[in-house]
């Protein structure tokens, strides 16, 4: 059996005692890929029921303890929190004394880069972002899912191979990401991903409506498709009623919509009006059909959400 792909050994770094601070979906599945690679999980921070349920899952006879006393057994410290709790958590750590010269310590916010750790830094800490470009279920999935993973990475440059090693050892991708262009690149991930889940459970809620009784089975073809055709050929896979011009159709959609739910009448014109852009910016919606697939859009807009009662 070929071993082409196995790191050397020699090239690992040490190995190293993990700590997690929040034992939220992310924190478990990223220690626990950790602790495949050889690293050993010695302690993680969790306050709520479902926190501990994880760590207990993931983690098992990993000590539950405050956040202080994870920096205090770790090498390596995972700070895996909500984004607007990282900052003041960070600050805090490090103006109680918490944080140790030359601790590694890695935040997974998609939205921070390394500078959120300044104040750890100055208290003499090895900083690191890395943002598994993934989404998590606080189940053992996760750690499977990791297998190719693209990891958002920011850390100084004297730093970049040692953040670029953790990433390869859970099994992820290291893809490099500027410090000011964090935000931009989560905005990306969010506009792609969580917009995803909401689009699909407003689709599949409709369908029920319609009366199919096994949604997921008839989108999961289509959806599968789709999702395939986009990655490969960008806006070339555009299809459907917008993208061929059909007014009327859309018209008609709208007019479901507005009668069975409303609340997805404002998402569905939003997303025909970018998608009429792209598709035209393409020359796969013809002008001449355009104008009145716009004013369709433009009127679906201008009706009240209870169809023009009021």
């Not at 104040?119 to 899912?145: I, K, N, S, Y």
């Not at 506009?191 to 909401?198: D, E, I, M, R």
């Not at 507005?258 to 035209?280: C, F, I, W």
Request: charged share 20%; glycine share 10%; aromatic share 2%.
């Amino acid at each position: 059996m070929s071993t082409s792909q196995q790191p050397d050994p020699r090239d690992r770094p040490a190995r190293l005692t993990v700590g997690v601070v929040g034992a939220g979906r992310v924190g478990p599945a990223l220690a626990a890929s950790l602790q495949l690679a050889g690293h050993r999980p010695v302690a993680v921070s969790a306050v709520s029921d479902a926190s501990r349920r994880r760590a207990a899952l993931l983690l098992p006879d990993v000590p539950v303890v405050p956040p202080a006393e994870v920096l205090e057994r770790a090498d390596l410290v995972l700070l895996t929190v909500p984004d607007d709790t990282l900052p003041g958590l960070v600050t805090g750590l490090a103006e109680t004394g918490a944080v140790r010269p030359g601790q590694l310590l890695a935040h997974t916010s998609g939205r921070y880069g390394a500078k959120v750790l300044d104040p750890a830094l100055r208290a003499g800490a090895l900083p690191l972002a890395l943002h598994p470009a993934m989404t998590f279920t606080g189940t053992p999935v996760d750690v499977q899912r990791l297998a190719g993973c693209s990891f958002g990475v920011t850390a100084p440059d004297e730093l970049r191979l040692a953040a670029e090693a953790l990433v390869i050892e859970m099994g992820g991708e290291p893809e490099w990401i500027a410090e000011a262009a964090r935000p931009l690149y989560h905005a990306a991930l969010a506009l792609g991903a969580n917009h995803l889940v909401t689009l699909v459970a407003q689709s599949m809620e409709l369908l029920r409506t319609a009366g199919v009784a096994a949604p997921d089975r008839m989108l999961g073809p289509l959806l599968g498709a789709a999702l395939d055709n986009a990655l490969r050929s960008g806006d070339a896979a555009l299809t459907g009623p917008v993208a061929r011009g059909d007014a009327g159709t859309v018209a008609a959609h709208i007019a479901e919509l507005r009668a069975h739910a409303p609340q997805t009448v404002a998402g569905y014109l939003a997303m025909a009006r970018a998608t009429a852009d792209r598709a035209l910016a393409q020359g796969l919606l013809k002008p001449e059909l355009a104008e009145d697939l716009l004013g369709v859009l433009a009127d679906g807009a201008a009706l009240p959400e209870n169809g023009g009662d009021r």
